[in-house]
């Protein structure tokens, strides 16, 4: 949520020009680009009630400033708190960001300024998320304006996404697959798409898949050594809550696990997580192995990696201690 929040006040910052473009053909269009940007000042301030004021007022002087819709919009988004649902003038405020953003969406339909096409495109994404569950919850509302988003970006993953988040919220599992897979047809070098399917299929129950899913993700980012130790973690935690499983696949998976730990160390040797599930993995093959011998050596290595790796996390703390105790020194 900060990321986007910082992402609009950098977009708020580059329409400014737009809109001191759009003022120097009338008097109630300076007006209009005035106001505008006395809004701009306060939404960066998160005053969003005394933005929403002055980007009425902006509106009021020229209706056609297409993108002055979209922050209006937003700032009555922004206004509204979850904690007070069912409040009516705490609820309205969604109904007014319903509209603006809409208003914003056909305002901006034949937009060629690249920041007003990119304006157009947030206000259809904060639409969907506004009818999705967690504010107005009204699917048949949202599906249909995701739908057209995808008609107005057909190679932008994000869409095809969204709508499957929609429909898993519904229990349409097939659909929301099915609109996964074709955001990662959109995108197929994209490691967000895997990511997203993995976690879909987790809560599907479908282990298998989602394996497959985090192993693509890996392929994608092959120098990440989180994505590796994610696969880690997914085995570790597989095999140590799944009382079903058979001894050969409940080693086989521990395996699996410690060869993907492995590879995270291969990239980064002071990666103490990785040596932390690693250990655990060890601990659990050892479980699995029937020579005493095997069992005792894997103990033991176990125990001289968690050694390892608790020093090197205190050398990391150690390290960050220091460096937070020299900049408030620095500061005060």
């Known amino acids: 949520m900060q990321v986007r929040f910082i992402r609009l006040v950098l977009l708020v910052v580059a329409v400014c020009g737009v809109a001191a473009g759009c003022g120097k053909y009338s008097i109630g269009n300076i007006r209009s680009a005035k106001a505008f940007q006395d809004a701009n000042g306060l939404y960066k301030k998160s005053d969003y009630k005394g933005a929403a004021e002055r980007y009425e007022d902006s509106i009021r002087f020229n209706p056609e400033l297409g993108f002055a819709y979209f922050f209006l919009g937003n700032s009555y988004d922004q206004m509204y708190r979850p904690a007070k649902k069912g409040d009516p003038e705490n609820d309205n405020y969604l109904k007014l960001a319903a509209q603006h953003y809409r208003t914003a969406i056909d305002k901006l339909a034949t937009a060629t300024d690249p920041k007003e096409q990119e304006i157009r495109r947030y206000s259809f994404e904060y639409l969907i998320a506004l009818y999705s569950a967690d504010k107005l919850n009204d699917f048949s509302k949202a599906e249909p304006v995701a739908k057209e988003l995808i008609n107005v970006d057909p190679t932008n993953q994000a869409p095809y ?14 659909e929301a697959e099915t609109f996964l897979l074709q955001a990662i047809d959109k995108a197929p070098n994209e490691s967000t798409g895997y990511q997203l399917l993995a976690g879909f299929y987790f809560k599907q129950g479908e282990f298998e898949k989602t394996m497959a899913a985090w192993n693509k993700r890996a392929e994608m980012e092959p120098n990440n050594p989180e994505a590796w130790h994610t696969i880690g973690v997914y085995y570790q935690d597989k095999v140590f809550k799944d009382k079903k499983l058979s001894r050969d696949v409940a ?74 105790a020299k900049s408030k020194g620095a500061g005060s």
Request: proline share 2%; charged share 35%.
């Open 251 to 324: 080693r086989d998976y521990t395996l699996k696990g410690i060869a993907a730990e492995d590879k995270a160390l291969s990239i980064n040797p002071e990666y103490f997580e990785a040596m932390t599930y690693k250990n655990i993995l060890m601990l659990q093959q050892a479980l699995y192995e029937r020579d005493p011998k095997v069992q005792k050596q894997l103990a033991d290595d176990a125990a001289k990696l968690r050694q390892r790796a608790m020093a090197i996390q205190k050398k990391q703390t150690d390290a960050a201690d220091a460096d937070k």
């Open 161 to 174: 996404q969204m709508l499957a988040r929609l429909y898993e919220d519904q229990g349409r599992f097939d």
